[in-house]
């Protein structure tokens, strides 16, 4: 069981914004702790999408964004695309017994 | 471009060691970064096994870490995973994947390999 919480799905028409939350603890966002993101096209490996909350690697859309408050962090989509449908992951760094880095329990976007 | 690719057995019996290799192309292990593993059981999110920094230390998932080994090679320019002791819960698709830094993120993955557990 993972101690970063997502919600389950999310979905929006063409073109809307969505957003996607990662909810956390003291020991781990609300520590400080950088926060990333992953893609995960269906029958693919994960994608790093953003990484330390908010940069953007190489070749990634600006559509995408991160940050992060207190002890949650978000992932927002912009002008959504019928490509974006696929799972995202948060990650970040737990420093209690549930592990050195964990990932989210993973949103599913669906384009309507 | 670096690139990773796992190799190893598909299948392997309760009870028993099963061993995974990443070859990394396109950088050198030895010139820093660290490595880790990562895996999915079908149908299910991702999991955090563990990780090895180039010059050799190790950390590892504490729900894991008394069955898990991660090594490196960098003669042959590889880590691998040996995780012992398997059972069905173990059944996954495994991922080799490189990190930049210590706030662990991993920037590379490899394509992933499915290793099933089962007599």
């Known amino acids: 069981q993972s101690v970063l919480t997502q919600p389950p799905s999310v979905s929006g028409a063409p073109g809307q914004r969505v957003t996607i939350s990662c909810t956390g603890s003291s020991s781990n966002i609300g520590a400080g702790y950088d926060v990333h993101w992953y893609q995960q096209l269906p029958g693919t490996a994960p994608k790093l999408l953003i990484y330390?909350?908010?940069n953007r690697p190489s070749g990634v859309p600006d559509r995408f964004s991160g940050s992060k408050s207190g002890t949650s962090a978000s992932l927002a989509i912009t002008g959504l695309q019928a490509e974006d449908e696929a799972d995202y992951y948060c990650?970040?760094?737990?420093?209690?017994?549930?592990?050195?880095?964990?990932f989210g329990t993973g949103t599913k976007v669906t384009v309507l | 471009q670096v690139q990773l690719q796992e190799s190893g057995p598909g299948l392997v019996k309760p009870s028993e060691t099963l061993s995974l290799t990443c070859a990394v192309s396109?950088?050198?292990?030895?010139?820093?970064?660290?490595w880790g593993w990562i895996r999915q059981p079908p149908g299910k999110g991702l999991e955090w096994i563990g990780s090895?920094?180039?010059?050799?230390?190790?950390y590892y998932n504490p729900s894991l870490k008394s069955r898990v080994t991660i090594s490196v090679d960098t003669s042959k320019n590889q880590f691998s995973l040996k995780l012992s002791s398997v059972t069905a819960a173990d059944t996954a698709v495994y991922y080799c994947a490189m990190c930049l830094d210590s706030s662990g993120y991993y920037y590379y993955w490899g394509q992933g390999t499915l290793v099933t557990v089962s007599s």
């Open positions: 990650q970040s760094y737990d420093s209690s017994l549930s592990g050195l880095y964990v």
């Open positions: 396109g950088y050198s292990i030895s010139s820093g970064y660290y």
């Open positions: 090895i920094y180039h010059s050799g230390s190790t």
């Open positions: 330390g909350n908010s």
